[in-house]
């Protein structure tokens, strides 16, 4: 039985307990307390069921801290410039749009979301078995891609819900095994955040383990450095 069935057996009982003990006077009375009691009883259950689902989807907000330091402009990967060749309306900047988004818990959610489901449903494969070429970048619509490939689908995917182009940055960086590796970099008002098609945890930038090379402008549709870094040859990385 539900918690709704129970309450309604319980204000009956009390209602045919004082039927039974009562004359006519106390029948109406009866009635009466009844109905309000299923009322209230009704209303805090409801209240009730509401806070225990609040609980249930509440989802902390990380930490604010810096975010990346970004230097002056370079050239991005050649593969990026054959992508936004084929693809120019998803390269560019429009500078009307906010840089950083204002991260609450809908949009912590929402990136939360789509990271771990472009991981799940996208196969790992190196572009030179996907592709017949060390490096390429593209959207996996196939359901196979590497690192980058990831990336630009979850930026898609974030773009379709509402969130700035602008401030949803692919990036280049060396990862934990010396490699270059893509990323996606999420620029908000509480710092940077990486989206990494290698763990479903959404880490602030300086959690990765990673030496920042490089990422998308946000002014125009140059890239900037990072951290100084040394760019490497491609981002073959899976």
Known sequence: MGRTEMGHAFVQGMADSLLGASGPGWQAAATRLGRACSLGLVGVILMLGGATTQARTALPLPDASHGVEAGGAVRPTAAWTAFCQRLPEECAVDVREPAEIALNTAVWRTLASVNRRVNGRIKPITDQAHWGVVDRWDY???????????????????????????????????????????????????????????????????????????????????????????????????
Request: charged share 30%; hydrophobic share 35%.
């Open 140 to 238: 996996p619509d196939d359901g196979f891609g590497d690192c980058e490939d990831y990336q630009l689908l979850k930026r898609r995917m974030l773009v379709e819900r509402g969130l700035p182009r602008r401030a949803l940055r692919m990036t280049v960086v060396i990862d934990d095994i010396g490699e270059g590796h893509a990323v996606l970099m999420v620029r908000t008002d509480r710092g940077d955040f990486i989206l990494d098609n290698k763990t479903n945890t959404i880490l602030p930038w300086r959690r990765t383990g990673y030496a920042y090379i490089k990422r998308e402008g946000q002014d125009n549709e140059r890239w900037v450095s990072l951290d100084g870094g040394n760019a490497p040859v491609a981002t073959a990385n899976r």
